[in-house]
């Protein structure tokens, strides 16, 4: 390794595969390539992603809530 912070015994490898991704992409239409994802007619699991992140957001606001209602009502300092 030298004098420098950077271990390069697997530069060979990561340039390699990066041209084979290169490759690989360069078999694909374009369209293909630049187009966004359609969601599906039943897009159950983007349903459920959207419905599991708001379940998510209103229980983190519930405790938060909570945490500021207890300090509050302890009087402690809430940077301690």
Known sequence: M???NVDRRLL???EASVQHERAR???LPPM???AEPEPGPDDQLGTVYEDTLRR???RVHEQRQAMDAHVRKSGL???V
């Open 56 to 58: 998510a957001r209103e």
């Open 77 to 79: 300092d809430p940077a």
């Open 25 to 27: 992409r360069e078999l």
């Open 32 to 34: 293909w390539i630049n």
């Open 2 to 4: 030298g004098g420098e």
């Open 12 to 14: 060979e490898r990561f």
